[in-house]
């Protein structure tokens, strides 16, 4: 069979491709740019597998130019300027297009060389990017360019593409292929969203499938085996890591403990058992909080208890942990109180600490008040008097203001009644 599947029975236009219809249906704006043949430099951002190289490659052949392929885990500033010189053979009569794969894995000084190469026009810029290209990609080269994003691709357009694979398949055979129930459906459901790894799922159940009789089966069991796992869309220093743990955070302080189990299971599948611990913790505190303090603990008790059992089984204190929190009633009003006063000492307002306060038990010459004058809260009625604590200043600034749950309102009434007393 030679090349993948995935390359053999790659789209040659624009209806061909499976999937981004924002982008690519008749009207949508990167179809009317490719239609128009004057095509600007672009970045293409979105998941592997999901049609990138496929658009490029059509571009190219839409307005007739040399494509030429580099990619940013293996290319050198030599290839750039190669690909530059082939301006001037017959290739490159009509301008090259140069779509660079993986641009993120170019350091600057390489990415300094592509502004180089596309200032003239001669040489048109697409390209791709797993990550988001606001954080990789240098700005001069953004400025330069439009940013297209690319989208996983639903999994019944993917289920169509799957069974003309084996379509294809069986022709290349020269046998029919029978497909059990649901096998289509499945590799769809478990590729994540990725033509390419479909294809390769159905090329692979068609070379291990049973070849009892004139024809050639591909069992639901077979279809599990050689797509296990595949599904999983993780990279611990991608995008897709900072969106899953956001999410699952987000799922907890939003109160919502199914979504919060749903992508603890995905990190958990991936086997980042780090994130999770840490996430739970800082929800439980952040989010939780002064609402029901003794959370705090009982969530560490679970992720200790998580770390010392391992995976898979660290499971099983961490889904409790996580339906509490996320069950749990909610207070961030510790978390804001600190954020405020976080925000006056990032903007100077400090001051000397009270002279009541300081750890020093001398006066200087010049001061004409001799003494600490200290008083200690426990000496009083309630233990508690009034007394400055904050710098001058910033005597009357306000922080913490109570939570209306049962807890902080509990607090705030035993509070009321000491100070107003005292007041």
Request: glycine share 6%; charged share 25%; proline share 5%.
């Amino acid at each position: 069979m030679g090349s993948p599947l995935a390359d053999r029975i790659r789209p040659a236009a624009l209806d061909e491709v499976v999937g981004q219809k924002h982008l690519l249906a008749p009207g949508k704006a990167l179809r009317r740019i490719i239609e128009s043949g004057q095509v600007p430099n672009m970045v293409f951002y979105g998941p592997s597998g999901v049609g990138k190289t496929t658009v490029a490659s059509i571009i190219a052949k839409n307005t007739d130019r040399h494509l030429v392929k580099l990619n940013g885990t293996t290319a050198s500033t030599a290839d750039i300027k190669d690909a530059v010189q082939s301006t001037n053979t017959f290739e490159g009569l009509n301008g090259v297009l140069l779509y660079l794969d993986e641009i993120q894995y170019f350091n600057k000084k390489q990415q300094q060389t592509l502004l180089e190469c596309i200032e003239n026009g001669s040489v048109t810029l697409i390209a791709s990017t797993t990550e988001n290209p606001y954080f990789y990609v240098y700005n001069a080269i953004l400025s330069r360019s439009t940013v297209f994003e690319f989208k996983p691709v639903e999994r019944e357009e993917i289920e169509k593409a799957v069974e003309r694979a084996f379509r294809i398949l069986s022709d290349e055979c020269g046998q029919p292929i029978e497909l059990e129930e649901g096998v289509c459906r499945h590799i769809s459901f478990a590729c994540g969203g990725d033509v390419r790894k479909a294809m390769n799922a159905a090329e692979l159940c068609t070379l291990a499938c049973s070849t009892d009789g004139p024809l050639l089966t591909v069992t639901l069991e077979s279809a599990r085996e050689l797509t296990q796992k595949s599904a999983l869309r993780y990279d611990r220093a991608g995008d897709e890591h900072y969106d899953i743990i956001s999410a699952f955070q987000k799922s907890m302080r939003g109160s919502d403990p199914d979504a919060a189990l749903h992508y603890l299971a995905r990190l958990l599948e991936a086997g980042d058992l780090p994130s999770v611990c840490r996430r739970l913790m800082v929800t439980a505190c952040e989010d939780v909080g002064l609402a029901w303090p003794q959370i705090i603990p009982i969530v560490k008790a679970s992720v200790d208890a998580a770390m010392m059992v391992g995976l898979p089984e660290a499971a099983l204190p961490l889904s409790d942990a996580v339906v509490l929190v996320s069950t749990a009633p909610k207070s961030n009003s510790a978390h804001t109180a600190y954020a405020a006063a976080l925000a006056d000492v990032k903007a100077g307002h400090t001051g000397a600490i009270p002279r009541h306060l300081q750890n020093k038990h001398y006066d200087s010459a010049e001061v004409a008040r001799k003494g600490q004058f200290y008083q200690y809260p426990h000496d009083a009625p309630c233990h508690w008097l009034p007394q400055q604590y904050l710098p001058d200043a910033l005597k009357n600034a306000k922080y913490y203001e109570y939570g209306d749950n049962k807890n902080e309102q509990s607090f705030k009434a035993y509070w009321d009644k000491i100070k107003g007393k005292r007041a």
